[in-house]
């Protein structure tokens, strides 16, 4: 789910795991309230830690899945503002840490003794989970966290806007770049890429045919065919064919259901919300190819919850964690389907899903499944930043493509060898 409508938050940011929980240092910034208190249940008090997602309804339904919960008090901080991590990562250190928490797959951590090993509630039912996720949730063999929405990512396009310009929907990035130059007017941008660019980093490296680290974790997005493909978004970039500082970024649908460009990168989530600004004047398509031979790429976002395994009723918290996400499909289809649309983890609601099963949502659903690309849990924070830094250098600045990868090289590698020796 997105973060859009009331912050101007890059809500990829909070894919990034501190490289270190130690280094977030601090009390969390949280106010005096730690949350310790309400709930409908009786007995334990647990406490869950929720980002602030922008759908309209979401925080009222988290608290009421957590209200209807009668074996504890499970009382909801639904953290505001920009900074969901650091506010996470904090409390975490500290007495006031929650006993579960969304986040994403990440190796740190689990070698840090942050989450707890939930393969024993998991593995009953791993059968009916999307096998993507349950790969990029199982590390040294065990289960971490638990699904709770898959959202891909793609480009969102005006038909009208093609039409009038006479030209079909990309299917190389030679012809993205073909496109929104032909689309590119006084009024309107040929495409929006986030204000950062950053967001269709891994995609162009997907798309390229290569990939960010590869089964040994070693290396593998540094390739010619991914340095070609930054010259050409630098080509965007540098001839004003990109919408660049919107007032709202990547994730908020704002860009292309105002008319402010004729295509945008953006979530599956965002997809009622355009339909219902434009009808059937939008399509879909996956980050086209960017080199002979190599597949499009969708990204596959999503959220998923986790267990303190320090926290003081750590049973407790599992239990309610299967009660919720595992055990309570209504309102896991709830979650997915009501604010928004996200395709379910869970096999079985994702096929049973009828938002899903025809017209654009349908189609998003295709393209998940042909071209998504999930979690790599060992891809760190420091490694994304490393390649951040590659799209400002090479996109934003005109730098040198493979200088800007060989600096990135040098991070990553560091990182690699922390984790891995």
Not at 316 to 342: C, M, N, P, R, T
């Amino acid at each position: 789910m997105s973060a859009f409508s009331n912050t101007n938050w890059d809500r990829r940011s909070v894919l990034r795991a501190a490289m270190g929980l130690a280094a977030a240092g601090g009390l969390a910034a949280c106010g005096s309230n730690n949350g310790r208190g309400g709930g409908s249940g009786s007995g334990t008090n647990l406490v869950q830690y929720f980002h602030a997602y922008g759908e309209a309804g979401t925080e009222q339904a988290i608290k009421k899945y957590a209200a209807a919960y009668d074996k504890a008090n499970v009382t909801t901080q639904w953290i505001t503002g920009t900074n969901f991590e650091s506010k996470l990562f904090s409390a975490l250190l500290t007495d006031n840490a929650p006993d579960v928490f969304e986040f994403h797959p990440q190796i740190q951590l689990v070698k840090s003794g942050q989450v707890a090993d939930l393969s024993d509630i998991i593995n009953p039912v791993k059968d009916d989970f999307n096998q993507a996720d349950i790969a990029s949730h199982t590390i040294d063999g065990k289960i971490w966290g638990v699904r709770m929405i898959d959202d891909p990512q793609f480009f969102y396009y005006r038909k009208s806007m093609l039409e009038d310009a006479g030209i079909e929907p990309p299917t190389t990035l030679d012809e993205l770049v073909e496109a929104a130059a032909k689309l590119t007017t006084d009024k309107v941008k040929g495409v929006f890429l986030g204000n950062s660019v950053t967001p269709v980093m891994n995609p162009l490296i997907w798309s390229a045919g290569a990939d960010t680290l590869d089964d040994k974790n070693q290396i593998a997005y540094h390739t010619d065919a991914v340095a070609e493909g930054l010259t050409k978004l630098r080509t965007m970039f540098k001839s004003g064919h990109m919408l660049l500082d919107a007032p709202a970024d990547w994730w908020d649908p704002s860009a292309i259901t105002q008319g402010l460009v004729a295509m945008q990168w953006c979530g599956m989530w965002a997809m009622p919300v355009i339909q219902k600004a434009l009808g059937d004047d939008v399509g879909i398509i996956p980050f086209p190819s960017s080199a002979d031979g190599a597949k499009p790429a969708v990204t596959n976002g999503g959220w998923s919850m986790f267990v303190n395994a320090k926290s003081k009723h750590l049973d407790e918290a599992k239990e309610y964690v299967k009660w919720l996400w595992i055990d309570q499909k209504e309102y896991q289809e709830d979650w997915a389907l009501s604010y928004g649309f996200h395709i379910p983890p869970r096999t079985s609601l994702a096929e049973s899903a009828d938002k899903l099963k025809s017209g654009l949502a349908a189609e998003g659903v295709k393209l998940f499944n042909e071209f998504g690309h999930f979690d790599n849990p060992a891809w760190t924070q420091a490694m994304i930043v490393a390649l951040e830094g590659v799209v400002a250098d090479a996109v934003r600045k005109g730098g040198d493509p493979e200088a800007a990868l060989d600096k990135a090289d040098k991070t990553v590698n560091r990182e690699l060898k922390k984790l891995f020796g």
